[in-house]
């Protein structure tokens, strides 16, 4: 993983700016944003399963139990390791406790492959993983934001940006209204979304 810091000079804010004014607020608001990326595939991928529907502080201690429960290090072998039961027990539900060996097992036989995981052919991509159960394409979306690091990219299957986008510009958009909105911030759609994603943190 690498943190990294959208400075408020950023030439890319002052070029959303430019494409769509009423991000002036958004960015003088939140100022200097600092931002994670470049997740290591598996242990992103057990963040964003056990996320499913759940607040990010709930998620975070989760994750930090399976993690301990792992020796401190996630593989696709010491998830497998974790029965059922023992997943269930740190608090997972029994559903994600299957998404997450069935996933394991896709890292361990090559369904994860380097070569298979490109942002070369996106629609490929999106029907490649969701043949694993449990990654959908909310799941998807955002591995390409934080593990591929496409700056580009827009999820409105995300419920903390439709809330983020609403309540900061006081509206009452449908996810489809937003994603047509946000085709004016091409080709930084994820700066803006990491926004948003403050704002409906904070």
């Known amino acids: 993983m690498k943190n990294i810091t959208l400075l408020r000079n950023d030439p890319r804010l002052l070029?959303?700016?430019?494409?769509?004014?009423?991000?002036?607020g958004l960015f003088n608001d939140v100022g200097d944003l600092p931002i994670a990326l470049s997740w290591d595939a598996f242990s992103f991928m057990v963040f964003t399963i056990i996320g499913q529907q759940l607040s990010v502080k709930v998620v975070e201690k989760l994750y930090q139990k399976v993690t301990q429960a792992c020796g401190g290090t996630l593989t696709p072998k010491r998830v497998l390791n974790l029965s059922y039961e023992s997943l269930r027990a740190l608090g997972l539900s029994g559903r994600k406790a299957e998404y997450l060996h069935t996933t394991a097992h896709a890292f361990l036989d090559g369904h994860f492959h380097p070569s298979k995981i490109t942002l070369d052919d996106k629609d490929g991509l999106f029907k490649h993983l969701q043949k694993i159960r449990g990654i959908g394409p909310w799941t998807v979306d955002m591995f390409v934001m934080f593990v591929l690091d496409d700056m580009d990219h827009f999820s409105k299957k995300d419920l903390g940006l439709i809330h983020g986008y609403n309540r900061f510009f006081k509206r009452d958009l449908s996810p489809d209204q937003i994603e047509k909105d946000a085709l004016n911030w091409r080709p930084y759609r994820s700066i803006v979304a990491h926004y948003l994603w403050h704002v409906h943190d904070r």
Request: avoid cysteine; charge should be negative; charged fraction near 50%.
């Open 15 to 24: 070029d959303l700016e430019q494409k769509d004014p009423k991000l002036t």
